[in-house]
């Protein structure tokens, strides 16, 4: 495992990062949540990011029971607040009440005193910014939180963010934005704020929520036990499998084999090129999974690498910066 400095704070996290959006407390059975969470682990991953809102909370739950047992000073852990959790108006959103309620669950969930880094998940233009980030400058000065970040949020938001961080004395180091070959509209203006203000990012689906391991083929119904094939998640990737990206895609296959790489390696290897890139999140439903993902740490591929993958790719990949996540 290769590790990287978060943004310009003093934090090291391990470059590839384990999520568990999707896969504990729904996708996957517990047992094989633990178990892909050992592979990790063993693999050398330190950084663990969840959601309050994951699974309806359950997610925190299990990655709490997961990490029992663990060094926590070698761990970093990190979670989320926004999104709903409960029934009540105050159950959601960026407001004072909901941070310091949804934070103190989260810490009880995850079994922990405090968490390495607490994010936005969204931002939220119902609630004073000011309101948001000094409920989060509390919990810091409480210890129950030692660093802030934020997710999905553009240029603009960053920006202003970073100054009341600023002004409040605390550290705000990072966004986590979705990020991929197929995904780049963070790199018009997200990434060059962030690198002003002192953000750095982790990225979750590198792997384009799997399409770009190329087990979706042009033409094909996706696999049944596939995410794509998944009832419930697949749609959350319907946008990633149309036949001109699945086939273009496939024209990939060549790069990889020709570094020795697979798929998944050549993509989360690919976002780790980019230097404002602290860490590429990577899910997993089976232990192998994790396996091959991480020996992408550490790999460096060269500009003609780079040039061919854009080549092929052309004009599928999104950069449009409007289309930051809003829900």
């Given amino acids: 495992m290769e590790f990287r400095r978060l943004g310009r704070s003093g934090l090291t996290i391990s470059e590839i990062a384990y999520g568990n959006w999707l896969t504990h407390g729904s996708q996957v059975e517990e047992d094989a949540a633990h178990a ?7 693999a050398g991953i330190t950084t663990f990011d969840t959601a309050d809102v994951y699974a309806g909370t359950k997610a925190e739950s299990v990655l709490g029971r997961a990490l029992t047992g663990q060094r926590r000073e070698g761990l970093e852990i990190f979670t989320k607040v926004y999104w709903p959790t409960g029934p009540g108006r105050n159950d959601r959103g960026l407001s ?17 005193d405090y968490v390495d880094l607490y994010q936005a ?4 233009p119902t609630v004073p910014l000011e309101e948001t980030m000094t409920a989060f400058a509390d919990l810091v000065r409480q210890g129950k939180v030692l660093y802030i970040g934020v997710s999905e949020w553009r240029a603009d938001e960053i920006a202003a963010g970073a100054a009341l961080a600023r002004e ?3 550290q705000l180091i990072s966004n986590q934005p979705q990020y991929s070959m197929l995904w780049r509209v963070i790199e018009d203006e997200v990434v060059p704020t962030s690198e002003k203000e002192g953000l750095g990012q982790i990225v979750w689906s590198p792997l384009a929520q799997g399409v770009l391991t190329g087990k979706y083929l042009p033409g094909q119904q996706p696999p049944a036990d596939s995410r794509g094939g998944h009832a419930e998640v697949g749609g959350s990737m319907r946008g990633f499998l149309k036949d ?6 496939q024209d990939l296959v060549p790069i990889a084999g020709d570094l020795g790489l697979s798929m998944a390696q050549l993509a989360v290897a690919w976002v780790l090129q980019n230097p404002n890139v602290a860490a590429a999140i990577i899910g997993a439903s089976r232990p192998e999974q994790v396996h091959d993902n991480v020996k992408a740490a550490g790999v460096e591929l060269d500009a003609d690498v780079l040039r061919r993958i854009d080549e ?9 910066p409007a289309k930051t996540q809003r829900g």
């Fill in 96 to 112: 004072r009440k909901h941070i310091i309620e949804s934070c103190h669950a989260s810490l009880k969930r995850l079994q922990t």
């Fill in 244 to 249: 001109e990206i699945l086939t273009r895609v």
């Fill in 168 to 170: 409040l004395g605390i």
């Fill in 121 to 124: 998940h969204r931002y939220d």
């Fill in 36 to 42: 892909c969470v050992r592979a990790a682990l063993d």
């Fill in 312 to 320: 092929v790719l052309g004009d599928v990949v999104e950069r449009d």
